[in-house]
């Protein structure tokens, strides 16, 4: 049997990363953040001064990706990068260049490349759909705009960044409308995929939840 593949996929901010996480240490599987490599191939380019339209170039950045994910701890090259991965205008800049099929292209194997025994949780906006349509499960995680901003600035807050909920609002919108309307890999749920609405749960319950269906399945 191939190794198994736990595909989480949802909009930013739904929770993912952090049930991903969980769900990877309660089973003991690798785990891959893919939003990291689209943040990465973000920040170099920023500092490589490459346009974001620029597609070959940005995708022969995306091919040589120097990054090495190690617990939570993001490498690229000798630099630990994890928190420089994390701003909002890397965020902004990842989502303007995942539009672009080259650089989803080459960005394709090295996720794939992740897949090793005992098992991988993964999570992203095309796990499910594109880059493991054999999951042996897909889950699709949502939850409000609202809910979904008042973790996001809670994060942000106790990071010391200062911003308001509004103007946080404001940009989880702007990223979602993007993700979702692109003509390439747009964020959708697979048509296997279970849906859940974390609105109201906390990690723990979405965790148990996703834990039961993995259950039933292997
Ligand atoms: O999940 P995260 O916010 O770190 O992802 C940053 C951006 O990378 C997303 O807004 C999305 O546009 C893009 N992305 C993607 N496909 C993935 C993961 C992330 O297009 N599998």
New binding site residues.
């Given amino acids: 049997r191939p190794v198994p593949v736990i595909a989480i996929?949802g909009p930013?901010?739904s929770g993912?990363?952090t049930v991903a996480a969980h769900l990877a240490q309660a089973l003991g599987f690798h785990y891959l953040?893919?939003?990291?490599?689209?943040?990465a191939t973000a920040l170099l380019a920023q500092r490589q001064g490459i346009a974001l339209d620029d597609e070959a170039a940005l995708a022969a950045l995306a091919r040589h990706l120097p990054i090495r994910c190690e617990g939570g701890t993001v490498w690229l090259g000798p630099e630990n990068a994890s928190d420089a991965i994390r701003t909002e205008a890397v965020?902004q800049a990842?989502?303007?260049l995942?539009?672009l099929p080259a650089v989803?292209r080459a960005l394709l194997d090295l996720?794939r490349s992740l897949r090793r025994a005992p098992g991988l949780v993964a999570?992203?906006?095309?796990?499910g759909t594109v880059?493991f349509p054999d999951a042996r499960l897909k889950v699709f995680l949502t939850a409000d705009a609202q809910a979904r901003a008042e973790r996001r600035h809670k994060q942000l807050i106790s990071k010391g960044i200062s911003t308001t909920l509004t103007q946080v609002l404001h940009e989880l919108e702007q990223?979602d409308a993007?993700?979702t309307q692109r003509s390439v890999?747009a964020?959708k749920p697979a048509q296997d995929a279970l849906p859940l609405n974390t609105s109201a749960l906390d990690v723990d319950q979405t965790v148990h939840q996703v834990l039961q269906w993995w259950r039933q399945r292997s």
């Fill in positions: 996929d930013t901010a993912k990363g953040d893919s939003g990291v490599m689209y943040r965020g990842a989502s303007t995942s539009a989803r996720q999570d992203g906006r095309d796990m880059v990223r993007r993700d890999a964020l």
